[in-house]
């Protein structure tokens, strides 16, 4: 079973910056389009931003000009940089492929990370 596993949340102060990465843990072929989102207890989970297999690139307006999402598809991975970040940044964030193959033809749909805590204190 293949699981996403995401990395570099934490505590930053207004203005700082954050770098969010996630990998697939086992073998797989390829992954179509990568998203992130990000959830505050009591709000529904929100897309941020997403990069499609192709690289193109879309963004929250909110997160427009401060955040930058990119892939490397050699290492099957996802980065979210996130630069003058402000306390409504606060948030749980989740990486999210939409499909991951496993071969040419065989694969999945729907996986999330676990979440990771971004911080942001004014």
């Known amino acids: 079973q293949v699981q996403l596993v995401e990395s570099g949340g934490g505590l930053v102060q207004a203005g700082g910056s954050l770098t969010l990465s996630c990998v697939p843990s086992g073998s797989i072929f390829s992954i179509n389009d990568w998203n992130w989102y990000r959830q505050v207890p009591g709000k529904q989970r929100e897309l941020v931003a997403s990069?499609?297999?192709?690289?193109?690139?879309t963004y929250q307006d909110s997160v427009k000009g401060r955040f930058t999402i990119s892939r490397d598809n050699a290492k099957n991975t996802v980065y979210l940089q996130m630069n003058s970040l402000k306390p409504e940044d606060t948030a749980v964030y989740y990486c999210h492929a939409d499909r991951i193959y496993f071969s040419s033809t065989i694969y999945g749909r729907d996986y999330w990370g676990q979440g990771t805590q971004v911080t942001v204190s004014s």
């Open positions: 990069v499609t297999s192709g690289g193109t690139t």
